[in-house]
């Protein structure tokens, strides 16, 4: 596709559940990024991919929250045991250089009941 | 790492005034500043963005300045008009390191 993808684009689940958001950046994008925002609230960074370097995980808010990048193309990010506070839009964008412009998706939205 | 404080968190103006949303940094490394907007139930989108070898760049009416030795950079926008309500976040990034993101600034235009 043209842009950014991310799947499902909403997600409700019950607490204790485990999810898979997905992202699908533009081809060829080396950074890969995962953001969290909360209804109202700012960027959350959660974890950087940048080519094949390790990724940067310093935004992972415990150990719940895992992150992984396939073949430099495709991410899925990890939510074991979900919380009711993890209830958030999870935002992956991506960009073609280190300093190049960050495309986003449109978000996975995660209901935690 | 680098922290971006961005300032204010809300800002209310007039439709056809002008509004200015200032960010600071702390890596003195930083050499890209771009600024994202975010409209209501929407994806953030790079509006407009500077690199550290200019200190000021416009696009018709916005522009971006930014003083290195003071490390500070802002978003000027002009004759605000409705469709400028959104959300504008500055961010700040070195070569090789991740792009740290400001906590936002709802700007509301009003008629």
């Known amino acids: 596709g043209a842009g950014v993808s991310q799947s499902p684009s909403n997600k409700v689940t019950e607490k204790g559940k485990d999810v898979e958001l997905r992202c699908d950046p533009i081809?060829?994008?080396?950074?890969l990024y995962w953001y969290r925002q909360s209804l109202g609230q700012g960027l959350e960074f959660l974890i950087y991919?940048?080519?094949?370097?390790?990724?940067?995980k310093s935004g992972l808010p415990s150990d719940r929250f895992s992150a992984e990048r396939t073949g430099g193309s495709v991410s899925t990010l990890t939510i074991q045991r979900t919380q009711q506070e993890d209830s958030a839009v999870y935002l992956c964008?991506?960009?073609?250089?280190?300093?190049?412009?960050?495309?986003f998706g449109e978000g996975s939205r995660l209901t935690v009941l | 790492g680098e922290n971006v404080e961005q300032h204010p968190s809300t800002l209310s103006v007039q439709e056809g005034d002008s509004a200015v949303i200032k960010c600071t940094y702390s890596?003195?490394?930083?050499?890209?500043f771009p600024w994202y907007k975010q409209e209501l139930g929407k994806r953030p989108q790079l509006i407009i963005d500077?690199?550290?070898?200019?200190g000021e760049k416009k696009d018709q009416r916005i522009a971006v300045t930014l003083n290195k030795t003071a490390k500070h950079f802002s978003l000027h926008i002009t004759e605000t008009q409705p469709e400028d309500s959104a959300v504008y976040f500055c961010?700040?990034?070195?070569?090789?390191?991740?792009?740290?993101f400001g906590t936002g600034t709802r700007l509301q235009v009003t008629l």
């Open positions: 890596d003195s490394a930083s050499n890209y």
């Open positions: 964008a991506s960009s073609l250089e280190n300093t190049g412009e960050l495309f």
């Open positions: 500077i690199r550290s070898n200019v």
């Open positions: 081809s060829g994008h080396t950074a």
């Open positions: 961010a700040a990034r070195s070569t090789a390191s991740k792009l740290t």
């Open positions: 991919f940048q080519g094949n370097s390790a990724p940067d």
